[in-house]
């Protein structure tokens, strides 16, 4: 017997990999790059976030989950 097609409910909550990337901020908050990182998890994520801080500040995020603020580092 085949399989009943996935409900769009059901494709919104499948599990999926992370999709980490970094946002460089600059001093009034614009968006002056963004970054996609490749890295297991969230503690590896925020480590290679905190390393990109130099002058400007930098925002973590995992596709639509935010996950840190680092402010920037003179």
Do not use: C
């Amino acid at each position: 017997m085949p399989e009943a097609p996935q409900s769009r409910t059901d494709k919104l909550s499948a599990p999926r990999p992370p999709a980490y990337r970094v946002i460089l901020l600059a001093k009034t908050g614009s968006v002056i790059g963004m970054v996609p990182i490749s890295v297991q998890d969230d503690d590896e994520a925020v480590e290679r976030a905190k390393a990109m801080v130099d002058g400007h500040a930098v925002e973590l995020w995992d596709g639509l989950r935010f996950i840190e603020h680092f402010p920037p580092v003179d």
